[in-house]
């Protein structure tokens, strides 16, 4: 069991950059690799990025490749997505998720535990 809380959304003019963090609390992180998802209006929740349990891997979506950094420090048992050059397309509610044992998968399906989401705004 693990408790997952996200933080750092907010309104950003695009080109601009956010910091989000994913806290958790409960099992041992480094037992999870962990993922970042979004979700726009109207659209299914979309794969960003993803984390082996070490760290020492990363999956990209496309469309952020470049542009986003997932990182994480299992000392302080947080995940960070680093957002740079934003455009108004990443407008979305950003999630992250926990896969017990896992690898850094980009579906939603091999995630066990998610987080309450926070809100990304990108203004033209």
């Known amino acids: 069991q693990v408790t997952l809380v996200e933080s750092g959304g907010g309104l950003v003019q695009a080109g601009g950059s956010l910091r989000l963090s994913c806290a958790a609390s409960?099992?041992?992180?480094?037992?999870?690799?962990m993922g970042w998802f979004r979700q726009a209006p109207g659209k299914e929740r979309e794969f960003v990025a993803a984390?082996?349990?070490?760290?020492?891997?990363?999956n990209y979506a496309d469309s952020v490749k470049g542009r986003f950094t997932v990182s994480r420090n299992n000392g302080m048992n947080t995940v960070y997505l680093q957002m740079n050059s934003l455009k108004p397309e990443d407008t979305a509610v950003y999630y992250c998720?926990?896969?017990?044992?896992?690898?850094?998968?980009?579906?939603?399906?091999?995630?066990?535990?998610w987080g309450q989401g926070t809100q990304v705004t990108v203004s033209s």
């Open positions: 998720a926990a896969a017990y044992l896992g690898n850094p998968a980009l579906t939603t399906r091999e995630y066990d535990y």
């Open positions: 409960g099992r041992p992180f480094s037992s999870y690799a």
């Open positions: 984390i082996s349990r070490n760290g020492g891997w990363t």
